[in-house]
């Protein structure tokens, strides 16, 4: 799709974890195209700061901004009742928001693997049946896109908790996308592997070296190549032709490799 591709105020998208990194590219893509937009999150600063890019950049664009946690149980149906009380009816759901985790299972607060698996799992699950129904009843041709993520094809010590919670949301992804594309919804996963965002921790000089070394993409890179694979159909995108070809390494790479790169990774788990 090109700027400008649809008419101005004819259609909304929703995306969350928008204050920052992939969600706030998106965010000013969708608008380049003539979205109005509903970002949502849990810091109200950030949105804030995106809206005002946003409005810069496209200064005839609707932009409202959802104050909330989404990692609870109640979650999606608070989200869609704010969006209703806002008027707003969405053709295009971005899920997002996320929580990365580096960390034993055994070092991990029981409180925070609830919260990943309800922000990946539930939240998501949830908001994407909300949204469908929803287009199914307006008879719109819409769009849901799902960040899952690279690292499902990782399940390494650290990783084990991120990795089955963003496996989940890539299978949930393409399964929903064949149940729904008789009404016209397309559904796609994104997988990325290393993204230059604050996700990981990294900071921004080493952000700057992974860009340099290949081995990260930018936020807008992915965001423009999620969405391209949005309007294409495709049901599952892995960024860059390298990341795929590396898939079947990683399923097979045995203990006595990972072993030394779990002693050497052990320092980072807090």
């Known amino acids: 799709m090109k700027r400008r591709a649809i008419t101005l105020h004819s259609s909304w998208a929703l995306v969350t974890g ?32 995106v809206a005002a890019e946003v409005r810069a950049a496209a200064n005839d664009c609707d932009v409202r901004v959802v104050t909330i946690d989404l990692a609870r149980v109640e979650a999606a149906a608070e989200l869609w009742e704010a969006m209703r009380r806002e008027g707003v009816e969405i053709d295009v759901l971005i899920n997002n928001a996320g929580i990365f985790s580096f960390r034993d299972i055994l070092q991990t607060p029981p409180e925070r693997i609830e919260r990943i698996l309800l922000l990946h799992a539930l939240t998501n699950t949830q908001l994407c049946r909300l949204a469908a129904a929803d287009m199914v009843r307006r008879g719109c041709r819409g769009h849901i896109l799902n960040m899952s993520s690279y690292s499902l094809w990782m399940p390494f010590p650290g ?44 900071t921004p000089r080493w952000q700057r070296i992974g860009l340099r070394l290949g081995v990260l993409i930018s936020a807008d890179a992915c965001a423009r190549r999620g969405l391209r694979a949005l309007w294409r159909g495709r049901r599952c995108i892995v960024p860059d032709w390298w990341n795929r070809a590396w898939i079947p390494l990683c399923k097979i790479l045995p203990m006595w490799v990972l072993r030394p790169l779990r002693r050497f990774t052990m320092k980072f788990q807090a």
């Open 18 to 49: 928008a204050g920052s990194g992939i969600g706030r590219c998106y965010a000013l893509r969708l608008a380049a195209l003539g979205y109005d937009l509903l970002l949502a999150g849990n810091r109200r600063e950030p949105l804030e700061a």
């Open 159 to 202: 990783l084990s908790l991120y990795s089955a919670s963003k496996a989940y949301l890539r299978s949930f992804s393409v399964a929903f996308s064949k149940e729904v594309q008789e009404h016209g919804i397309r559904v796609t996963a994104v997988c990325p592997a290393g993204v230059a965002t604050d996700l990981y921790g990294l």
